[in-house]
């Protein structure tokens, strides 16, 4: 464990350089301690798959806490005895499971084939493969909802499109290198896209504005176009 | 009371100081690009300083009040002109119902700001009025403001009612200013901190970062300023995951020019970064225009901290200052 200072008003706790389940839970340990007992000035916190940056007032550390100290140095104070025991502590987390359909292929999944051939596999080993496997949501970014999964299989790994889409429809499921992820909205893209889920995973009217937190775990089921064209239906 | 937009400027949008809190999940904080500036225009017409405000890029918007509204202008210089008379920055004016308010090209600078008495009252999202135009979602209807667009004010406070009387009897308009002592002008220093991987930077590009000019190109946005200048190379490519990056961080991507990103970058981030611009510098550089000149100087984040908290000082008195002469003008009344 390494606490950095990342700018003034902020500083970054690294549990690790590699992407690992284990340092995923350190990262979710000491953002659950901090979210029940927020420090003086806290203002949020972003995890990613290493680590995990706290962003603070400098004014209020400094206004609630010691003047003669600078805020970062007493935020890093802080921090480093909470990542401690973050590191130390072996209780697990109950993670959520959230199980997300998708119909693979045809339309929905234009480049199925594509990382099919890639492969040398048939398309139904490529889905087999996809969703056979558990998701660890690491981080989300890049757009509102956007999940980062560790966990695909290395079998499956494909590099992106050599021309990006302008547009991705929301929902698609892709591939991109040894990573896979789902497009919460449209946009333009360069993953590989193998299928496409009714599920909205940005739902910005709703208590918690995405489908998907840091730390859940995310199993994708095969569903039949009809299945999705149903779910579409009813969900729109 | 609403706004009605005449002419829409260029980027014009509804603002405040952003939404914390949810860059977790993947949504931007956003906001004002110069929050002192938006700041002092709330103050001048009494309202908190994360109330909602109209921010515009390069060319203002004329606005059309359908009702006495007290408003101020700040940020990039212009010459605002309320019904053809010139009426002057930083300081609180009473428009009449009818009346349209001009703001034109800046001069120097390049956002402004327009706050009205009660705020710009879109509905909030997440906590925030802020526009938030990848997700669509924030501001008006999510998007850049257009023409015929009415938006919806607050209710001014009591203490903004009180100057809006004060000024409906005075002839002149108010002669004293409130703004902040910046140039736009020139060649720019700006304060950076070494970031992790400043000591993986080659030599020659630790020197060239610091001792040479960096122009900011024309695909620059709110997102991201592009600069062009000495390439910059990491001593060794290795590999890097995805990490939260912040206002001010200097990427450095594959072709060897940095990129600033400004308020509407994304959460996380996957290009090595050479430095952090101090917080304190980031508003003046929100002000800059493609093809100015920077320079940048190596601090310690103790002294990046100072400056913040310094900063946060200065307008704090800036704002004791505006209240003083509020209370003046009150007694005036009397």
Same mark, same amino acid.
């Given at each position: 464990m390494?606490?950095?200072?990342?700018?003034?008003?902020?500083?970054?706790?690294?549990f690790?350089?590699?992407?690992?389940? +284990?340092?995923?839970?350190?990262?979710q340990?000491?953002?659950?301690?901090?979210?029940?007992?927020?420090?003086?000035g806290?203002?949020?916190?972003?995890?990613?798959?290493?680590?995990?940056?706290?962003?603070?007032?400098?004014?209020?550390?400094?206004?609630?806490?010691?003047?003669?100290?600078?805020?970062?140095?007493q935020?890093?104070?802080?921090?480093?005895?909470?990542?401690?025991?973050?590191c130390?502590?072996?209780?697990?987390?109950?993670?959520?499971v959230?199980h997300?359909?998708?119909?693979y292929?045809?339309?929905?999944?234009?480049d199925?084939?594509?990382?099919a051939?890639?492969h040398?596999?048939?398309?139904?080993?490529?889905?087999?493969?996809?969703?056979?496997?558990?998701?660890?949501v690491y981080?989300?970014?890049?757009?509102p909802?956007?999940?980062?999964?560790g966990?695909m299989s290395?079998?499956?790994?494909?590099?992106?499109?050599?021309?990006?889409?302008?547009?991705?429809?929301?929902?698609?499921?892709g591939?991109?290198?040894?990573?896979?992820?789902?497009?919460?909205?449209?946009?333009?893209?360069?993953?590989q896209?193998?299928?496409?889920?009714?599920? &909205?995973?940005?739902?910005p009217?709703?208590?918690?504005p995405?489908?998907? +937190?840091?730390?859940?775990?995310?199993?994708?089921?095969?569903?039949?176009?009809?299945?999705?064209?149903?779910?579409?239906?009813?969900?729109? | 009371?609403?706004?009605k937009i005449?002419?829409?400027?260029?980027?014009?949008?509804?603002q405040?100081?952003g939404?914390?809190?949810?860059?977790?999940?993947?949504?931007?904080?956003?906001?004002?690009?110069?929050?002192?500036?938006?700041?002092?225009?709330?103050?001048?017409?009494?309202?908190?300083?994360?109330?909602?405000?109209?921010?515009?890029?390069?060319?203002g918007? &004329?606005?059309?009040?359908?009702?006495?509204?007290?408003f101020?202008?700040?940020?990039?210089?212009?010459?605002?002109?309320?019904?053809?008379?010139?009426?002057?920055?930083?300081?609180?004016?009473?428009?009449?119902?009818? +009346?349209?308010l001009?703001i034109?090209?800046?001069?120097?600078g390049?956002?402004?700001?327009?706050?009205?008495?009660?705020?710009?009252?879109?509905?909030?999202?997440?906590?925030?009025?802020?526009?938030?135009?990848?997700?669509?979602?924030?501001?008006?209807?999510?998007?850049?403001?257009?023409e015929?667009d009415?938006?919806?004010?607050?209710i001014p406070?009591?203490?903004?009612?009180?100057?809006?009387?004060?000024?409906?009897?005075?002839?002149?308009?108010?002669?004293?200013?409130a703004?902040?002592?910046?140039?736009?002008?020139?060649?720019?220093?700006?304060?950076?901190?070494?970031?992790?991987?400043?000591? +993986?930077?080659?030599?020659?590009?630790?020197?060239a970062f610091?001792?040479?000019?960096?122009?900011i190109?024309?695909?620059?946005?709110r997102?991201?300023?592009?600069?062009?200048?000495?390439?910059?190379?990491?001593?060794?490519?290795?590999?890097?995951?995805?990490?939260?990056?912040?206002?001010?961080?200097?990427?450095?991507?594959?072709?060897?020019?940095?990129?600033?990103?400004?308020?509407?970058?994304?959460?996380?981030?996957?290009y090595?970064?050479?430095a952090q611009?101090?917080?304190?510098?980031?508003s003046?550089?929100?002000q800059?225009?493609?093809?100015?000149?920077?320079?940048?100087?190596?601090?310690?984040?103790q002294e990046?901290?100072?400056?913040?908290?310094?900063?946060?000082h200065?307008l704090?008195?800036?704002?004791q200052?505006?209240?003083?002469?509020?209370?003046?003008?009150?007694?005036k009344?009397?």
């Amino acid at each position: 464990m390494r606490i950095e200072p990342f700018g003034d008003q902020a500083v970054r706790v690294r549990f690790g350089d590699q992407i690992a389940p +284990h340092i995923q839970l350190s990262i979710q340990r000491l953002t659950l301690q901090v979210d029940r007992d927020p420090f003086p000035g806290f203002i949020e916190y972003v995890p990613a798959y290493t680590n995990v940056v706290f962003y603070y007032n400098p004014v209020e550390v400094i206004k609630r806490g010691k003047k003669e100290r600078t805020a970062q140095q007493q935020v890093m104070d802080i921090l480093s005895q909470l990542a401690e025991q973050a590191c130390g502590n072996e209780r697990q987390i109950q993670r959520r499971v959230i199980h997300i359909p998708v119909c693979y292929g045809g339309r929905l999944g234009p480049d199925l084939n594509a990382v099919a051939a890639f492969h040398q596999m048939s398309t139904d080993q490529v889905i087999k493969w996809h969703a056979q496997s558990e998701y660890l949501v690491y981080m989300l970014g890049f757009a509102p909802g956007f999940p980062f999964l560790g966990g695909m299989s290395e079998a499956l790994a494909t590099p992106r499109r050599a021309t990006p889409r302008l547009k991705v429809a929301a929902g698609s499921v892709g591939i991109a290198g040894r990573q896979t992820g789902v497009y919460p909205l449209e946009s333009p893209g360069g993953w590989q896209i193998i299928g496409r889920t009714p599920v &909205s995973l940005f739902t910005p009217k709703a208590d918690s504005p995405t489908l998907l +937190h840091a730390g859940d775990v995310v199993i994708f089921d095969p569903i039949p176009e009809q299945e999705y064209a149903q779910m579409k239906g009813i969900s729109s | 009371m609403t706004l009605k937009i005449i002419q829409k400027g260029f980027a014009s949008a509804v603002q405040d100081i952003g939404r914390t809190g949810y860059q977790r999940y993947g949504i931007i904080v956003g906001g004002v690009m110069d929050p002192p500036a938006a700041k002092i225009a709330n103050w001048l017409v009494d309202n908190h300083e994360s109330a909602a405000v109209i921010e515009y890029s390069f060319a203002g918007p &004329s606005i059309f009040f359908t009702e006495d509204t007290l408003f101020a202008v700040t940020g990039a210089e212009c010459i605002p002109m309320l019904n053809g008379r010139e009426i002057g920055m930083g300081r609180p004016c009473l428009a009449r119902g009818g +009346h349209i308010l001009t703001i034109g090209r800046m001069l120097s600078g390049s956002r402004g700001y327009l706050a009205v008495a009660g705020g710009v009252a879109t509905p909030v999202w997440y906590g925030s009025r802020s526009t938030d135009l990848r997700a669509g979602c924030g501001g008006y209807e999510g998007r850049l403001l257009a023409e015929h667009d009415c938006l919806p004010t607050g209710i001014p406070s009591p203490y903004a009612q009180g100057i809006m009387s004060v000024l409906a009897q005075v002839e002149s308009p108010i002669s004293w200013y409130a703004a902040l002592r910046r140039s736009y002008r020139g060649m720019h220093w700006i304060r950076v901190m070494p970031d992790t991987l400043w000591p +993986h930077f080659s030599e020659e590009s630790r020197k060239a970062f610091l001792s040479t000019n960096y122009q900011i190109t024309a695909s620059s946005d709110r997102m991201g300023y592009r600069l062009s200048g000495e390439h910059l190379l990491l001593e060794e490519a290795g590999e890097l995951y995805s990490e939260a990056v912040t206002n001010g961080s200097i990427q450095v991507p594959g072709n060897g020019q940095p990129i600033i990103l400004m308020t509407d970058h994304q959460s996380i981030g996957g290009y090595p970064r050479i430095a952090q611009v101090a917080s304190a510098d980031l508003s003046l550089l929100a002000q800059l225009s493609p093809g100015a000149k920077l320079r940048f100087r190596m601090i310690t984040t103790q002294e990046g901290e100072a400056a913040a908290i310094q900063q946060y000082h200065t307008l704090k008195r800036l704002h004791q200052e505006i209240k003083c002469r509020f209370r003046l003008l009150a007694q005036k009344n009397n």
